[in-house]
């Protein structure tokens, strides 16, 4: 079983940057070939990586510290009166925790709101591979998290659960249900769900000031950054 002091990475050649336009990046990746349970998965995400599909990562750009690691305090989140309209907007639908897998209901929806919500974007247009691999042939923490309104699919949450923590790996919903506020509401839930457990943290991804797309995670406190090897509080 491999340990974080033997653990082997990997860096990629310079690619363009999915989130700033004109930049190139570098990512870090874990050893593909190591067992990782979910100990040192959890230690990982300790120190700034993030999972996707069955690869660990983080950046690792010489010349950019845009993309900074947040995560959020559960037990001390107070909800704001807007999360508590989202909430109470939500109160109808029915959650369920499921195993991953591939059905054509899920991919539909994937597919739907990528083509509304991602059409600029690397992951346009979707397919099956892509939602396989990215989201179902990952880790055996991950969790699909469903949303039902009378029998109707209306989100997925994709969450992996570690020792501490619940981690965020990406949610996807109606995009005709904006009145719900669904990407909103998952993160609302998840960090319900992360009190209910009793864990400590919920992960949220990588934050970039520049990117526009991220400024919600902002909205959530208390928000910690991870800034030289450090989390730090955000006030």
């Not at 029915?94 to 209901?105: A, C, H, N, R």
Request: aromatic share 14%; glycine share 4%.
């Amino acid at each position: 079983m491999s340990t974080l002091a033997d653990l082997k990475f990997y860096s990629t050649p310079s690619h363009d940057c999915s989130y700033l336009q004109d930049q190139q990046a570098v990512t870090l990746f874990a050893d593909p070939l190591a067992i990782i349970d979910t100990d040192l998965y959890s230690a990982l995400s300790e120190v700034g990586f993030r999972r996707s599909g069955q690869h660990i990562y983080k950046p690792y750009c010489d010349s950019c510290t845009a993309c900074i690691p947040v995560r959020l305090a559960a037990r001390q989140f107070e909800p704001l009166r807007r999360h508590k309209r989202t909430i109470k907007r939500n109160a109808d639908l029915d959650i369920k925790q499921m195993k991953p897998s591939m059905t054509d209901e899920y991919f539909l929806l994937y597919q739907n709101y990528i083509s509304a919500r991602h059409a600029d974007g690397d992951m346009h247009p979707a397919s099956e591979e892509q939602f396989d691999s990215f989201l179902v042939s990952g880790r055996p923490e991950a969790i699909f998290f469903e949303f039902r309104f009378n029998g109707k699919l209306l989100a997925v949450a994709v969450t992996d659960q570690l020792n501490n923590a619940m981690s965020a790996i990406y949610t996807f919903f109606d995009p005709n249900e904006s009145r719900r506020s669904l990407g909103s509401f998952a993160v609302l839930w998840l960090i319900e769900e992360t009190q209910r457990i009793g864990i400590e943290y919920l992960y949220l991804g990588y934050w970039i000031k520049e990117c526009q797309k991220m400024s919600y995670k902002m909205d959530y406190k208390p928000l910690q950054i991870y800034v030289d090897e450090k989390w730090r509080n955000v006030n």
